[in-house]
């Protein structure tokens, strides 16, 4: 099939990111994909190679539109350009057209998948967008797992990647990778890394700059200096396999946004999540429902341990300890992993919903 895939870069580099996966993904399977962007930028780091079979485009507005593909997905509710929609209504077989969601473990996403969107069911033109929410169970459109990536990641060889980041790995350390918003827990975390051996590869952003308000020293890409026991390591914005492979390179990760907690899970190490902060505190009902989920455990110490460091990572509990959760998580997490890989992932449920309705 052709897709179209139109996406806004609002903030931060979750729009893109999650868009780029999928269309790499799509193109992986046979598709071809149009990724219309207003804004590329991000992609001169995060893909310098491109991919073959996606298109990358810009959205600039006066676009002399070109005929629209099978499938036409508007990121998160994006609204597409309307020289592009009266291109679509022209089709004899009108596109799908799709609206994919952001992701949450909210109850509401279960209601919501697959609806067609009301205001724009439009029958004169035959164009009918349908709202596609990812998720974590399965009456969700699932998460993005391309084909591969459990094999890849079985066969990844942490101490040669480590040694190529620039650090390495001495004896008894333990990587801890960070990728936050600002966040008032860094201090915290550095203080009990500072106790024993371990490595922090820090991100670009707000990461570094976190890390260097903290410690009156800001981690430079490809510097490394020592805090106690603990080395810090500066890293380069990395292209995206090389994003995952630093997930799976750290025995604790802490992720924030939608995709890094997506490769998170698949990574399958201890993981803490900084959701992106919202005014009126709507990032609370986001995280309890993840919670809910993630720590659906039977044992309900280990569980309040793992609620305990999510709370106080975003800034809702103080006393956040990495030690303590990475010593509950498999009791807390257990089964949990497993039950999202036994689920479809949410490119072939997409194919497959587009074929259905199509
Ligand atoms: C640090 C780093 C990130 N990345 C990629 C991984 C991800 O695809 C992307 C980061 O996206 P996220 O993890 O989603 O986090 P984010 O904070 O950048 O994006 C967020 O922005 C908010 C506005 C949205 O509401 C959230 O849903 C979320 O998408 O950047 C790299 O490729 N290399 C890097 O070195």
Same mark, same amino acid.
């Given at each position: 099939?052709? +897709?179209?895939?139109?996406?806004?870069?609002?903030?931060?580099?979750?729009?893109?990111? #999650?868009?780029?996966?999928?269309?790499?993904?799509?193109?992986?399977?046979?598709?071809?994909?149009?990724?219309?962007?207003?804004?590329?930028?991000?992609?001169?780091?995060?893909?310098?190679?491109?991919?073959?079979?996606? /298109?990358?485009?810009?959205?600039?507005?006066?676009?002399?539109?070109?005929?629209?593909?099978?499938?036409?997905?508007?990121? %998160?509710?994006?609204?597409?350009?309307?020289?592009?929609?009266?291109?679509?209504?022209?089709?004899?077989?009108?596109?799908?057209?799709?609206?994919?969601?952001?992701? !949450?473990?909210? $109850?509401?996403?279960?209601?919501?998948?697959? @609806?067609? !969107?009301?205001?724009? #069911? /439009?029958?004169?033109?035959?164009?009918?967008?349908? %709202?596609?929410?990812?998720?974590?169970?399965?009456?969700?459109?699932?998460?993005?797992?391309?084909?591969?990536?459990?094999?890849?990641?079985?066969?990844?060889?942490? /101490?040669? +990647?480590?040694?190529?980041?620039?650090?390495?790995?001495?004896?008894?350390?333990?990587?801890? !990778?960070? =990728?936050?918003?600002?966040?008032?827990?860094?201090?915290?975390?550095?203080?009990?890394?500072?106790?024993?051996?371990?490595?922090?590869?820090?991100?670009?952003?707000?990461?570094?700059?976190?890390?260097?308000?903290?410690?009156?020293?800001?981690?430079?890409?490809?510097?490394?200096?020592?805090?106690?026991?603990?080395?810090?390591?500066?890293?380069?914005?990395?292209?995206?396999?090389? %994003?995952?492979?630093?997930?799976?390179?750290?025995?604790?990760?802490? #992720?924030?946004?939608? $995709?890094?907690?997506?490769?998170?899970?698949?990574?399958?190490?201890? =993981?803490?999540?900084?959701?992106?902060?919202?005014?009126?505190?709507?990032?609370?009902?986001?995280?309890?429902?993840?919670?809910?989920?993630?720590?659906?455990? !039977?044992?309900?110490?280990?569980?309040?341990?793992?609620?305990?460091? =999510?709370?106080?990572?975003?800034?809702?509990?103080?006393?956040?300890?990495?030690?303590?959760?990475?010593?509950? +998580?498999?009791?807390?997490?257990?089964? +949990?992993?497993?039950?999202?890989?036994?689920?479809? $992932? @949410?490119?072939?449920?997409?194919?497959?919903?587009?074929?259905?309705?199509?």
């Amino acid at each position: 099939m052709r +897709w179209d895939v139109f996406c806004r870069v609002i903030d931060n580099y979750g729009d893109v990111g #999650v868009c780029w996966r999928l269309a790499c993904d799509l193109a992986g399977r046979g598709h071809a994909v149009r990724l219309w962007l207003d804004d590329a930028a991000a992609l001169a780091w995060m893909a310098p190679a491109g991919a073959s079979g996606v /298109e990358v485009l810009p959205w600039d507005g006066a676009a002399d539109w070109p005929q629209p593909g099978d499938v036409v997905i508007e990121a %998160f509710g994006c609204e597409l350009p309307q020289g592009f929609v009266a291109r679509m209504a022209e089709r004899p077989a009108p596109p799908q057209w799709i609206n994919l969601e952001y992701l !949450s473990a909210e $109850d509401y996403v279960e209601r919501c998948h697959g @609806l067609p !969107s009301p205001r724009y #069911v /439009e029958p004169g033109a035959g164009l009918i967008k349908r %709202f596609f929410y990812p998720g974590f169970t399965p009456a969700t459109g699932g998460l993005l797992r391309e084909p591969g990536l459990l094999e890849a990641r079985a066969a990844f060889d942490r /101490e040669a +990647w480590l040694q190529r980041l620039g650090p390495g790995r001495r004896p008894r350390e333990r990587v801890v !990778s960070l =990728f936050c918003y600002p966040n008032p827990a860094v201090p915290a975390l550095l203080g009990e890394l500072a106790e024993s051996p371990h490595l922090l590869l820090v991100t670009p952003g707000h990461a570094a700059r976190a890390v260097g308000e903290a410690l009156g020293r800001v981690p430079q890409p490809g510097a490394v200096f020592e805090v106690g026991l603990a080395r810090v390591a500066g890293l380069p914005a990395l292209p995206q396999p090389e %994003f995952d492979r630093l997930l799976w390179a750290s025995d604790l990760n802490l #992720v924030r946004g939608e $995709d890094s907690l997506v490769r998170a899970v698949w990574a399958g190490q201890p =993981f803490v999540w900084q959701l992106y902060p919202q005014s009126d505190d709507a990032h609370r009902l986001k995280l309890e429902a993840f919670l809910g989920r993630l720590a659906g455990t !039977s044992d309900h110490e280990a569980a309040r341990t793992l609620r305990q460091a =999510f709370l106080a990572w975003n800034g809702f509990a103080t006393g956040f300890s990495a030690a303590a959760l990475q010593e509950v +998580w498999p009791r807390a997490t257990a089964g +949990w992993r497993d039950g999202l890989l036994a689920q479809d $992932d @949410l490119t072939t449920q997409l194919v497959r919903f587009v074929s259905r309705t199509g």
